[in-house]
């Protein structure tokens, strides 16, 4: 059955069937061989999986990062943090990686994060005589922050199809996600003494305060969504919304950047951006029925318990290896909603939290956005950028290894992750 | 030639039909905000949750997934892996494509068919929703309805690949 699971889904899959119809295809496979094939069955299950008050989140968010790109407010967050940073040699790389954690912090989505900030600071980079692959190499690394650190569209999927609490998981994303940015700024101040940047300008507290000023709607709001959501005042759907009419507030009143005439189109992308990801989500559910009741987790629990023994520290080499390998050919979304259901038990089984799991899990799937051949990101960077892939795939080698290191550690170090969730517990 | 009518014919229905969608889903998406913000006011404000809202704003993402489903595929815009179409020669790679069109539709009929049956199986049992009385039978209609509309567009891209499949073929020998 496992084998024949997989089979099915990756053949599908290679054949360039869309994976949405890969799942379908694969869950009519499965219900063939167990006897019980009903369409009725499959449809209800998708309906199902997608019939989900928090994944109501994923519009919202993805809503309100593309109104605070159209309507000023990343551009404040940028013109802040290069007051804070900009002077340093090399300070535009310290900014982007800066600016990509605070952006982090209202946005959920990788894409949104790597294309504001990269479509911001990369013609600043180019200008100011940086070398182009390293600095688009940098603010591509930077936007996987995004769904690193809460709020992350990844986690609420996590959350929804593994029944873990999504405000659990939010929580353990922050340190991963600020030690990834630390590693990216290590990484960049070594390449900066190489290529002999040049320091440019002075610090002037008077600059910072006056950004911080200007900045000050658009940095309250990531307080916004984690103060509330922290303290239970709202559900992660709601500090969303909360998060939409905010932006949207903030940009058609305060700063008056934001044309109305816009809006129609950014609902029309947003939603059809949801829906790519809804539909997968809806057939992953619907096949993650039929994985449970083929007993597929058991099977592959069984085959790794005879790899990694009892040794939860091997099972997870394995599994790291395994979802590195998986994110160089497969978007993190459906990575996760495919392996996600199917390597949590095992998980459970060998006496991890899911949370940890679900921060290591998705931190992993979010190098895999870096990776040669297929990785989101990557596409999004040379899009910015107009570098081949080839040369930024390059470029971006050392960031890679950078967030490898991280992933090594918060996978031995669970305290990294667990930290602040045990916190609040 | 009026084989050339009849492909604009197809591309002006498109056309049309994506406008459509595009009003819908987006009007939809912002009923949604509308509504899911107004719950939280009327909870910490006034407090009285709406239960109603919550209901109708998770049927339209359900009816948002569906359409927009059907203008993503249009634009391509569907999470795939087009690994193999880049490494394969031109002639197999066409013949893949054609293969996967073929499954897609495969995939769609299923969703049609299955759509069709709990749609109407709910209708008949006169199942409806808690706050609201909305009979299910309207929240799964939109799974055959779309399934309709992507089988109409697999259809037209079908076409397509053939033909492109035929030049290459012919085209190498």
């Known amino acids: ?425 | 030639m009026p084989g050339v009518e009849k492909v604009d014919l197809i591309k002006i229905i498109e056309g049309f039909l994506v406008r459509i969608i595009s009003w819908i889903i987006g009007f939809l998406l912002a009923l949604m905000v509308i509504l899911v913000f107004s719950n939280v006011i009327a909870r910490y404000f006034l407090n009285s949750a709406l239960a109603w809202s919550e209901e109708i704003s998770r049927f339209m993402l359900i009816w948002v997934a569906f359409l927009g489903s059907v203008l993503a595929y249009v634009r391509n815009e569907h999470l795939g892996l087009d690994i193999l179409i880049t490494v394969l020669p031109p002639r197999s790679s066409r013949v893949v494509l054609v293969l996967a069109n073929l499954l897609v539709i495969a995939a769609i009929v299923i969703l049609l068919y299955g759509g069709w049956s709990i749609t109407s199986h709910t209708f008949n049992s006169g199942w409806t929703s808690p706050a609201l009385s909305i009979p299910y039978g309207v929240v799964y209609m939109i799974v055959p309805v779309c399934s309709l509309l992507l089988l109409l567009q697999a259809f037209v891209k079908l076409r397509e690949n053939i033909s492109v499949m035929i030049k290459v073929i012919k085209g190498v020998e």
């Open chain 1, 1 to 425: 059955m496992l084998t024949l699971f997989l089979a099915a889904l990756f053949g599908f899959i290679l054949l360039n069937v869309p994976i949405a119809f890969s799942l379908v295809l694969t869950a009519i496979v499965l219900m063939f061989f167990s006897g019980n094939v009903s369409p009725a069955l499959l449809v209800q299950n998708v309906v199902r999986g997608i019939d989900n008050f928090p994944l109501m989140a994923i519009p919202f968010f993805l809503l309100a990062g593309e109104i605070m790109n159209s309507g000023g407010i990343s551009r404040r967050i940028v013109q802040f943090a290069r007051a804070i940073l900009g002077h340093i040699r090399g300070g535009l790389g310290y900014v982007t990686v800066l600016a990509s954690m605070l952006f982090a912090g209202v946005s959920g989505s990788a894409v949104a994060d790597t294309s504001a900030m990269g479509s911001l600071l990369y013609p600043v980079m180019k200008s100011e005589g940086y070398k182009e692959d390293k600095s688009a190499a940098l603010f591509s690394a930077a936007g996987t922050i995004g769904p690193v650190i809460p709020p992350s569209i990844p986690m609420i999927i996590f959350g929804v199809i593994a029944n873990v609490s999504i405000v659990q998981l939010f929580l353990g994303g922050i340190i991963p996600g600020v030690l990834i940015g630390f590693g990216l700024m290590i990484g960049w101040y070594i390449h900066s003494r190489k290529a002999g940047y040049k320091a440019e300008g002075r610090f002037s507290l008077k600059k910072v305060i006056k950004s911080g000023f200007e900045a000050f709607w658009a940095l309250l709001l990531p307080l916004i969504i984690l103060g509330g959501i922290i303290s239970g005042i709202y559900t992660p759907t709601e500090a969303a919304v909360i998060a939409v009419v905010y932006a949207f507030f903030v940009s058609l009143f305060i700063y008056r950047e934001l044309d109305l005439k816009k809006i129609p189109a950014l609902l029309v992308s947003t939603a059809r951006m949801t829906s790519v990801v809804l539909l997968v989500c809806g057939a992953a559910m619907s096949a993650a029925y039929l994985i449970t009741t083929a007993q597929i987790p058991q099977l592959m629990s069984d085959a790794l318990l005879g790899l990694a023994g009892q040794n939860p520290y091997l099972l997870m080499f394995f599994i790291n290896i395994l979802l590195l390998l998986v994110g160089c050919v497969m978007d993190l979304t459906p990575a996760l909603l495919i392996l996600g259901p199917m390597l949590l038990p095992i998980a459970v089984n060998f006496g991890l939290d899911p949370v940890y799991f679900g921060v290591v899990m998705i931190v992993n799937l979010c190098i895999g956005l870096i990776t040669p051949p297929v990785g989101n990101i990557l596409y999004v960077g040379c899009g910015i950028s107009h570098l081949t892939v080839a040369q930024l795939s390059k470029a971006i080698l050392p960031n890679i290894l950078i967030m490898i290191i991280t992933l090594i550690l918060i996978t031995y170090v669970p305290g990294l992750v667990m930290f602040i969730p045990n916190l609040v517990k």
